[in-house]
């Protein structure tokens, strides 16, 4: 029989939470119900370089620029009762040069809400949209489509003329070839897609209009069966992008998340599609270090098993893939071009929840 588990009392475990607090790796701060600032661990000091009698001083949302979104994650975590983040945050604090961090803020209870930052280093960093990976990927692309696919039709070609002499036995063997043909075509064709350097055709649109047509799609082709729902903010403003380039980007976010929800097996896949405005929301563009402010949000979200732990580092780079039969273009495609727009894509994931979030800039004369 083994020996009862020892219990601790209610002082140990306040010391473990506290010591839990202040080992923690990313900068972690406890903001009071009156808005001051009452405990900053290590990690956050090393982060300002300041001391907690410096930091105290007065309410932390006094040391914010106006409209900040810190201080939007934090009246969001206090009005809904439990933990929120929001990701790519521009963040300035206490007189240092701006930052780029994602954000997470819970309640703690008392009124206190505990704010933890991951910092992703200098806002003028690459967020790995244009990454090396993916510049690679444009070259190839260039050069399959150049020198593949002139052969190909050769191939294509002559498969057919064979299959029109075959014998019966022969036939399916040229009917393969040409439908090999076919398939190494269209990878070549997709991974051409990554070669285009124009610019969208950027201009303002409706984004409910964009993700009706998008549902009108999927509801008659890849979601079929499923459940599909929206919750959709009337009061947003036009986005500014490229129609053809969102209705390519939500069509295959969509149409991952079917996948994921038919994946289940019982007939009780959901798909969810909503949009919300992020006040304060601004990412890097995308081929400068200036800040541009992306506060449209669209959320696709499915109730799939989840994006597998070892591919979530890597899901935006080329060939990777949780599909069997999977070239692992397409979300590379997708972080193309919405950094091509100015916008962040990013998502969370657990068994029974994938969101994908997408922020996208607002056409000029909205307020960001």
Not at 202 to 228: F, S
């Amino acid at each position: 029989m083994s020996a009862p588990r020892p219990t601790r009392s209610a002082p140990d475990i306040d010391r473990l939470r506290a010591a839990a607090f202040e080992l923690n790796p990313e900068p972690a701060l406890v903001i009071g119900p009156d808005g001051e600032l009452a405990a900053v661990n290590e990690a956050a000091q090393t982060l300002f370089g300041q001391g907690l009698g410096l930091l105290a001083r007065g309410r932390f949302a006094a040391a914010l620029p106006p409209g900040s979104a810190l201080v939007s994650l934090l009246d969001r975590a206090s009005a809904e009762g439990g933990p929120v983040r929001e990701w790519g945050l521009a963040i300035s604090l206490f007189g240092l040069p701006p930052f780029e961090a994602d954000g997470a803020a819970a309640p703690l209870g008392d009124g206190s809400v505990l704010l933890t930052l991951h910092v992703r280093g200098p806002l003028g960093m690459d967020r790995g949209q244009d990454s090396a990976g993916l510049r690679s990927i444009i070259g190839l692309g260039r050069m399959l489509a150049h020198e593949i696919k002139n052969p190909l039709a050769g191939i294509r070609g002559a498969a057919q003329l064979l299959k029109s002499g075959a014998k019966a036995e022969d036939a399916p063997l040229a009917q393969l070839i040409v439908d090999e043909t076919d398939r190494v075509r269209r990878l070549v064709d997709r991974m051409e897609a990554f070669s285009d350097d124009a610019p969208p055709n950027l201009k303002p649109l409706n984004i409910h209009q964009i993700l009706d047509r998008v549902r009108a799609l999927a509801a008659n082709g890849v979601a079929d069966g499923l459940t599909l729902r929206e919750h959709y903010d009337p009061s947003l403003p036009p986005t500014l992008g490229d129609e053809d380039q969102l209705i390519q980007i939500f069509l295959n976010l969509v149409k991952n998340a079917a996948e994921a929800a038919h994946s289940r097996g019982d007939g009780r896949g959901e798909i969810s599609i909503s949009t919300a405005y992020r006040h304060g929301v601004k990412v890097r563009a995308a081929r400068g270090q200036d800040l541009r402010g992306a506060p449209l949000e669209v959320r696709v979200q499915d109730n799939g098993p989840g994006v597998p732990e070892h591919l979530r580092e890597s899901l935006f780079q080329p060939f990777v893939s949780s599909k069997s039969f999977g070239a692992g273009l397409g979300l590379a495609l997708v972080a193309k071009l919405v950094a091509g727009h100015g916008g962040l894509i990013d998502f969370e994931s657990e068994p029974g929840r994938t969101v994908f979030r997408v922020l996208l800039p607002i056409a000029p004369g909205d307020p960001a």
